[in-house]
Nanobody, 122 residues
Framework: QVQLVESGGGLVQPGGSLRLSCAASGSIFSIYAMGWYRQGPGKQRELVATIPTGGSTNYADSVKGRFTIWRDNAKNTVYLQMNSLKPEDTAVYYC????????????????WGQGTQVTVSS
């Protein structure tokens, strides 16, 4: 069993910053790409940022220059630093990871966290 647990959401004023964390735990053989998605009120879930095991990161145009994604492979954790937050960044943020569990080391699956609320409001 693999679990993703997010933390770091909350209420922040426009222009403020938050840092989200997502730790993967359980019977993990290998973790491949990790990323963050979000779903705002009345909207579909959308990609925010992704980071592969190696190589370049990818960001949605709406967050480029404001958000930074990175990972600590030793801790099986991915982070999202969010600066210059705007009201339109208000959403539930979900962590996502492609993981090969120890039960099937040659087969990977996408796992999701439970989500963490980010609210940007004055």
């Amino acid at each position: 069993q693999v679990q993703l647990v997010e933390s770091g959401g909350g209420l922040v004023q426009p222009g403020g910053s938050l840092r989200l964390s997502c730790a993967a735990s359980g019977s993990i053989f290998s973790i491949y790409a990790m990323g963050w998605y979000r779903q705002g009120p009345g909207k579909q879930r959308e990609l925010v940022a992704t980071i592969p095991t190696g190589g370049s990161t990818n960001y949605a145009d709406s967050v480029k220059g404001r958000f930074t994604i990175w990972r600590d492979n030793a801790k099986n954790t991915v982070y999202l630093q969010m600066n210059s937050l705007k009201p339109e960044d208000t959403a539930v943020y979900y962590c996502n990871a492609r993981v090969a569990p120890t039960s099937t080391p040659n087969i990977s699956y996408r796992y999701w966290g439970q989500g963490t609320q980010v609210t940007v409001s004055s």
